[in-house]
């Protein structure tokens, strides 16, 4: 084995420690530990060598007066080095009935372990029971499983962050890319030189870049069971496996496996690689200008149900950390992955508290995105309290005041608060936004009026519980679902890959194929595909709210129409970069228009639309409406009976020294061309074009020299297109 992994002191001092310091924490001549466990009888630290050690080289039991103040498990080893591995084992009853399930011969990974020598429990017998018995989990398994157990590493916090500090951009002024961290590089397409890695994303810096975006959301990078002791691909025969990383092990600290590059020896690194090459992948970004958001999962664990492996959580105390039904036996589940976090008892409230601290603070990360965040919102019994303590908690923390924090505002078990998640300062994921720009851009009749609420910044939503449009996080695609490419060519979901007969994944997605299921040669299908592709992206850029865009639908990635590829660690996930070049008029729109809601804050707003005059004159003239609406004739619409067209007009007042902007956005969701009306006032020059997405590229989005309309009163728009027209005030 490599010497990088230390050889511990020939003889090992304990003293009693210090109850405050949480996990493991170095020091110049020691290390510092501390476990939560009320209803243990005894704890074990387990000390080895090497990862993959099937015993440690020292056990160290710990006195229950000396080395235990109130439900803290704590000791003080001496001479101790970074980089030390370590495990513990929890002796107590084995109740499973009261909701005790200690076992002192399975070894657990430290809740608050800053660091794993691996995340995968392949072939790993620390599956607590045995399966050949009908009630294996009420079986106790005497069989070790230390040789298959990640270790935990005590981390040191040595890392020259050269003056980086969050970014912590405010909300209205961000353009969120959500990726993988492995799938954005691990195509050999890439062409980086550390694909799948941390290093693998610090080199797509300067496509970042040239893209615009400013925010980087990245699936779940907590240590996560990557394991593939999945269901095969019926199609292909290969293992799936855990892809996503929505089965968290340890919330501390960050994927391993991202830190090495393909066929690397992990054991041939430093120790506490993973931790420094992730806070590299911070540092480079925010010296690029990129801020960095996390999707974390404090809903459930990857110890599953009852009859789940003991990892962690459960060993330690189980009858504390989980939803216990009334058969404490049985878990309740309203994450749908078998077990649910007791967020709200005061243990793990502030497990939760503490480590989105050190997130923060010690790996300088800008914002959160909240797995299932309904459930932080749900007491023991799993009712939703009207003040969730956790929610409260994290919202008006001091440290993370600056810190984003965006709900997915649902769970599995039936709760739905798109617009009601407590709390002013929450952001929410907007699935109404969603839902509801597809249907219209589908063609589905009555849905003009939801789009200009939609575009509007959501209010029916979000004025009446004090926020603001910024609020809305904006999408129509994610990695949960189609993308976009796959929305726009596929009628139903096709996730017979998943080995689940095609029966997981959302049932409707509003897609349509326009005409053939897949791949297409048909020019005109291709067309169309291609226009609607550019109108839900200019609908997701121009709304009033924060976008977020699905990474690679700028250059039409496509999953084979799968819309659940959470095992799929293969070509089938990963961005396949050789698309930038096949549909560069793609990217060139995304990025123009990226490029065009940046330089124009009447998209940026932070207030809701009131349809109300200005008090602001501008030159004279009658204050206009910040917004006025109309039909293709130029008249106000009749809602009820509105089409499949809709116009606004916006109204952006500017200060004397700068000119006032009129902005009319146009949508034809008909299969039709129609002929609209445009509204016009004398103070203001004649209309010029910056959008038709019925033209070919560069066209479909100008980038300066906006053609002029002279004194067109009326603008042909094709069947399935979306235009934007610029006026300036010319009294300027």
């Not at 009853?93 to 809740?111: A, Q, T, W």
């Not at 095969?232 to 990383?245: A, R, V």
């Not at 997605?509 to 005109?524: Q, V």
């Not at 121009?542 to 700028?554: A, K, N």
Request: hydrophobic share 35%; charged share 25%; with cysteine.
């Amino acid at each position: 084995m490599s010497d990088r992994w230390r050889p511990l002191p020939k003889e090992l001092q304990v003293s009693p420690g210090n109850p405050l310091l949480t996990g493991a924490v170095a020091h110049p001549q020691g290390v510092y530990f501390s476990v939560f466990s009320r209803h243990a009888t005894g704890m074990i630290l387990c000390l080895y060598q090497h990862p993959h050690d099937e015993a440690p080289t020292a056990s160290l039991r710990l006195d229950p007066v000396r080395n235990r103040t109130g439900d803290i498990w704590h000791c003080y080893v001496h001479n101790l080095k970074p980089g030390a591995l370590y495990l513990w084992r929890a002796e107590g009853p084995f109740d499973p009935h009261n909701g005790h399930r200690f076992n002192p011969n399975k070894v657990l990974i430290d809740p608050y372990a800053k660091a794993l020598t691996d995340g995968s429990l392949d072939l790993c017998s620390a599956l607590a029971y045995d399966d050949s018995k009908p009630d294996k989990d009420l079986t106790f398994s005497p069989a070790p499983n230390d040789g298959c157990m990640p270790k935990c590493i005590v981390v040191e916090d040595d890392f020259d962050w050269e003056s980086d500090t969050p970014l912590n951009y405010p909300l209205k002024e961000c353009v969120i890319y959500e990726a993988h961290v492995r799938g954005l590089t691990q195509s050999p397409s890439s062409k980086v030189k550390h694909r799948g890695t941390y290093r693998g994303v610090v080199e797509m810096i300067p496509y970042f870049k040239d893209l615009g975006i400013t925010s980087l959301e990245l699936l779940p990078v907590q240590e996560f069971d990557s394991s593939e002791r999945f269901r095969k691909n019926s199609l292909t025969g290969e293992k799936l496996s855990n892809y996503w990383g929505y089965s968290p092990i340890a919330f501390f600290a960050p994927k391993s496996m991202y830190a090495f590059p393909e066929g690397s020896d992990h054991d041939t690194f430093d120790p506490e690689f993973p931790v420094k090459e992730f806070k590299y992948m911070i540092r480079e970004l925010h010296r690029a200008g990129i801020e960095v958001i996390l999707d974390v999962v404090f809903n459930h664990t990857a110890e599953g149900n009852e009859l789940g492996p003991t990892i962690s959580f459960r060993g330690f105390d189980n009858s504390i950390y989980y939803m216990l039904a009334e058969d404490k036996r049985y878990y309740r589940n309203y994450s749908g992955c078998g077990n649910t976090l007791n967020c709200n008892h005061p243990v793990m409230r502030s497990f939760i508290h503490e480590c989105l601290r050190y997130w923060v603070v010690s790996m300088h990360v800008d914002g959160f995105r909240f797995d299932l965040g309904s459930i932080l919102g749900r007491d023991s019994q799993g009712n939703l309290l009207p003040n969730p303590p956790v929610i409260e908690l994290i919202a008006e923390d001091p440290i993370l005041r600056n810190t984003k924090i965006i709900a997915e505002a649902w769970d599995a078990g039936g709760a739905y608060q798109v617009g009601s998640f407590p709390g002013e300062r929450w952001a929410e994921w907007n699935d109404r936004f969603r839902d509801e720009v597809r249907r219209f851009w589908r063609g589905d009749d009555g849905f003009a009026p939801h789009l200009a609420t939609r575009i509007t910044g959501s209010s029916d939503l979000y004025l009446q519980n004090g926020k603001r449009p910024f609020h809305s996080i904006n999408f129509i695609t994610s990695h949960d679902g189609f993308t976009l490419n796959d929305l726009v060519s596929y009628h139903q979901k096709h996730n017979e890959a998943n080995g689940e007969e095609n029966r997981d994944g959302i049932g409707e997605n509003f897609s349509s194929n326009y005409g053939f299921e897949g791949p297409s040669n048909s020019s005109f299908i291709e067309e169309t595909r291609n226009r609607q592709i550019k109108n839900f992206l200019s609908t997701l850029l121009l709304s009033i709210g924060t976008p977020m865009i699905l990474g690679g639908d700028e250059f039409r990635r496509t999953q084979e129409g799968n819309n659940n590829a959470y095992c799929h660690d293969s070509e089938l996930s990963w961005f396949n970069w050789s698309l930038v070049k096949d549909h560069k008029d793609i990217f060139h729109y995304v990025k123009m228009l990226i490029a065009f809601r940046k330089e124009h804050r009447a998209f940026r707003r932070e207030n809701f639309f009131t349809g109300e005059a200005s008090k602001q004159e501008v030159h004279g003239e009658e204050p206009q409406p910040d917004i006025s609406w109309y039909d293709e004739n130029g008249a106000d619409p009749q809602w009820d009976k509105l089409g499949k067209v809709l116009i606004a007009r916006i109204n952006e007042h500017t200060s004397d020294s700068t000119p006032a902007y009129l902005y009319l956005l146009a949508f034809n969701a008909s299969p039709e061309a129609v002929q609209i009306m445009l509204p016009w006032e004398r103070i203001f020059d004649p209309w010029r074009r910056v959008i038709d997405t019925s033209l070919e590229s560069p066209h479909d989005i100008e980038e300066s020299e906006y053609p002029n309309l002279d004194d067109l009163k009326k603008y042909l728009m094709a069947p399935r297109s979306f235009a934007l027209l610029i006026s300036t005030s010319n009294t300027h």
